[in-house]
């Protein structure tokens, strides 16, 4: 069973950093993704790390990192100089491609339940 579990979600003040993680059971992805989705809107492509690499939204780059740790089968979102408007909530996403292949979440297979990451100004 594929299961996909984030952590490291909370509150902090603008300018602030938090670190975001995601543990995967059930099979090796080498596509990983982060998505997020804030109250009343959709849900948006963050970031991106496969075999060729990865990317990131013009919104966070710069200020989020992604990392992987193959041993552990997890992956990191290094989120410094948060902003109000990174407040939503933050899915870890993966589908069994050597490659992602594209941002479009209907991509994915498979999801986490969300971690909630709230920036207050």
């Known amino acids: 069973q594929v299961q996909l579990v984030e952590s490291g979600g909370g509150s902090v003040q603008a300018g602030g950093s938090l670190r975001l993680s995601c543990a995967a059971s059930?099979?090796?992805?080498?596509?990983m993704a982060w998505f997020r989705q804030a109250p009343g809107k959709e849900r948006e492509w963050v970031a991106t790390?496969?075999?060729?690499?990865?990317g990131y939204a013009d919104s966070v780059k710069g200020r989020f990192t992604l990392s992987k740790d193959n041993a552990k089968n997890s992956l990191y979102l290094q989120m410094n100089s948060l902003k109000p408007e990174d407040t939503a909530m933050y899915y870890c996403?993966?589908?069994?491609?050597?490659?992602?292949?594209?941002?479009?979440?209907?991509?994915?297979?498979?999801w986490g339940q969300g971690t909630q990451v709230t920036v207050s100004s």
């Open positions: 996403a993966s589908r069994r491609t050597t490659y992602c292949a594209g941002t479009y979440d209907g991509i994915f297979g498979y």
């Open positions: 059930g099979y090796t992805p080498y596509c």
């Open positions: 790390i496969d075999s060729a690499g990865g």
